[in-house]
């Protein structure tokens, strides 16, 4: 495609300036906020020019297209995050591939990628995703669930819990959002003070491409950024 890495790097810097205006309004240093590029839209062509325009932790929702990805942009320096449901059948194939899960939303799922990690002599950074929406398609812990679920992941010696994920509710405006992510950041906040000392729930990653802003003003260590990286060459 004519022009497909200039467009990417212009995307990339559009998004890397908004991040960094973000964290000036909220008085926090850029550095403080991790970009992930949601690649599940675009294939391998435009994966590649996003890596060479310098943005190499991305991410998919779904294992098989991971699976897929990983494999054809083996030769690249990519670091994939899970961050969409992860059936427990899917683990062993996946865990290999990751740098982290930032979608673990049952105790069930972290017991499984506990054990796998185990037999495969990892430790495998996660986050735990919580349903702030309370929608019903949407996986993830109840705000309420978090606390007791703790005590059970800090036993889990193949997990390394490092924060919260959330999406705000699909039907939620500009000011729900704000208060979807400022109330995970507060249960970060309640949690952290008296957690077992193996759980780090340092990361918050909130905030996709209509609202990564406002997740950056409310807390967000890590934004989890697709079409805003692709104007301009998705159909």
Not at 44 to 61: K, N, T
């Amino acid at each position: 495609m004519p022009n497909l890495e200039r467009i990417i790097r212009e995307n990339l810097t559009r998004v890397q300036t908004a991040i960094a205006e973000a964290t000036a309004r909220a008085g926090r240093a850029t550095e403080a906020v991790k970009l992930v590029g949601v690649t599940k839209y675009v294939g391998s062509e435009i994966v590649r020019a996003l890596v060479d325009a310098g943005l190499s932790v991305l991410a998919e929702s779904r294992p098989q297209q991971l699976w897929d990805k990983a494999a054809s942009l083996a030769d690249l320096p990519i670091r994939w995050h899970q961050i969409g449901h992860l059936q427990r059948n899917k683990v062993r194939r996946t865990l290999p591939i990751i740098a982290m899960v930032e979608s673990v939303d049952s105790i069930r799922l972290a017991a499984a990628i506990n054990q796998v990690a185990g037999e495969l002599e990892l430790c495998v950074p996660v986050l735990l995703e919580v349903n702030i929406s309370a929608e019903t398609a949407k996986h993830g812990f109840a705000p309420a669930e978090v606390q007791a679920a703790l005590p059970s992941l800090a036993e889990m010696n193949h997990l390394e819990v490092r924060g919260l994920m959330a999406m705000a509710g699909l039907e939620a405006d500009v000011d729900g959002a704000r208060r979807q992510f400022a109330a995970v950041r507060t249960l970060r906040d309640r949690l952290q003070t008296d957690c077992d000392a193996r759980i780090d729930l340092r990361e918050l990653s909130m905030g996709m491409s209509a609202d990564f802003e406002i997740a950056i003003e409310e807390g967000a260590t890590v934004v989890r950024v697709g079409s805003a990286l692709f104007e301009g060459v998705l159909p």
